[in-house]
T-cell receptor
Framework: GENVEQHPSTLSVQEGDSAVIKCTYSDSASNYFPWYKQELGKRPQLIIDIRSNVGEKKDQRIAVTLNKTAKHFSLHITETQPEDSAVYFCAAFSNDYKLSFGAGTTVTVRA | GAVVSQHPSWVICKSGTSVKIECRSLDFQATTMFWYRQFPKQSLMLMATSNEGSKATYEQGVEKDKFLINHASLTLSTLTVTSAHPEDSSFYIC?????????????FGSGTRLTVV
C-alpha cells in the first residue's frame, strides 16, 4: 500500500513569513495529492490539490508543487497569518482507491 | 456542494456498551464510504471501506466484529462500536468520494468524538 511521510511535524513561523511542508509517497501509481487543514475537533478541509499531470498549482497565498520522479510534493504558504495556524495533512490517492494521509504538521503563526 | 452529515458529533458511553455513528450523504449518492479514526495529535487512520450493498473491507489490525459497518443504502453508512472500552475513545470521521465515483475529490463528515468511561 501507499506510505506517505510528512515533515516537519511542527512548524512555527513569524506572521508574514512563508511556511513550507514537504511530503513523500511510495506508490508511483498515486495520481492525486490533496492537502487538508484541520482545526481542533473539526473535519479536515481541503485547501488545495494537485493531480499527477501537473507540476505546480497556486491559489492566492497557497501553492503546491509535485515532483513525480522524486515522488515528493510540497505545500507553500506565503504571507502567513494567525488564522493559518492549524494542523495540515498531505495525502495521496492511489489505485487501490484509498487516500493515505501523512502524519500531519502543526503550524503556529506568531503574531 | 456534496455534504456528508455525521451524527452524533460527540458521545459519552459506559464501558461495555455499543455506540452507533451515522453518516448520511446529502444531495449525492455515496456508493463508497471510508471510515477513519484519529487519536489526539495523530493522523487519520483508515479503518474500513464500506460499499453499498456489500460487505465492508477492513484494514489490517481492525476487528470487524468490534467495528460493525453497514451500508444499506446509497445515502447512509453506519459504524457501530460494540462493547466499547476506554481505548476506543477517539475521533471517528467518515469520508465519501465525490465527482461521480472514486475519481478524486472527497467530502468529510464533521466527525464524532467518542469517550468511553
Amino acid at each position: 500500500g501507499e506510505n506517505v511521510e510528512q515533515h516537519p511535524s511542527t512548524l512555527s513561523v513569524q506572521e508574514g513569513d512563508s511556511a513550507v511542508i514537504k511530503c513523500t509517497y511510495s506508490d508511483s501509481a498515486s495520481n492525486y495529492f490533496p492537502w487538508y487543514k484541520q482545526e481542533l475537533g473539526k473535519r479536515p478541509q481541503l485547501i488545495i490539490d494537485i493531480r499527477s499531470n501537473v507540476g505546480e498549482k497556486k491559489d492566492q497565498r497557497i501553492a503546491v508543487t509535485l515532483n513525480k520522479t522524486a515522488k515528493h510534493f510540497s505545500l507553500h504558504i506565503t504571507e502567513t497569518q494567525p488564522e493559518d495556524s492549524a494542523v495540515y495533512f498531505c495525502a495521496a490517492f492511489s489505485n487501490d482507491y484509498k487516500l493515505s494521509f501523512g502524519a500531519g504538521t502543526t503550524v503556529t503563526v506568531r503574531a | 456542494g456534496a455534504v456528508v452529515s455525521q451524527h452524533p458529533s460527540w458521545v459519552i458511553c459506559k464501558s461495555g456498551t455499543s455506540v452507533k455513528i451515522e453518516c448520511r450523504s446529502l444531495d449525492f449518492q455515496a456508493t463508497t464510504m471510508f471510515w477513519y479514526r484519529q487519536f489526539p495529535k495523530q493522523s487519520l487512520m483508515l479503518m474500513a471501506t464500506s460499499n453499498e450493498g456489500s460487505k465492508a473491507t477492513y484494514e489490517q489490525g481492525v476487528e470487524k466484529d468490534k467495528f460493525l459497518i453497514n451500508h444499506a443504502s446509497l445515502t447512509l453508512s453506519t459504524l457501530t462500536v460494540t462493547s466499547a472500552h476506554p481505548e476506543d475513545s477517539s475521533f471517528y470521521i467518515c469520508s465519501a468520494p465525490i465527482s461521480g465515483g472514486l475519481n478524486y475529490g472527497y467530502t468529510f463528515g464533521s466527525g464524532t468524538r467518542l469517550t468511553v468511561v
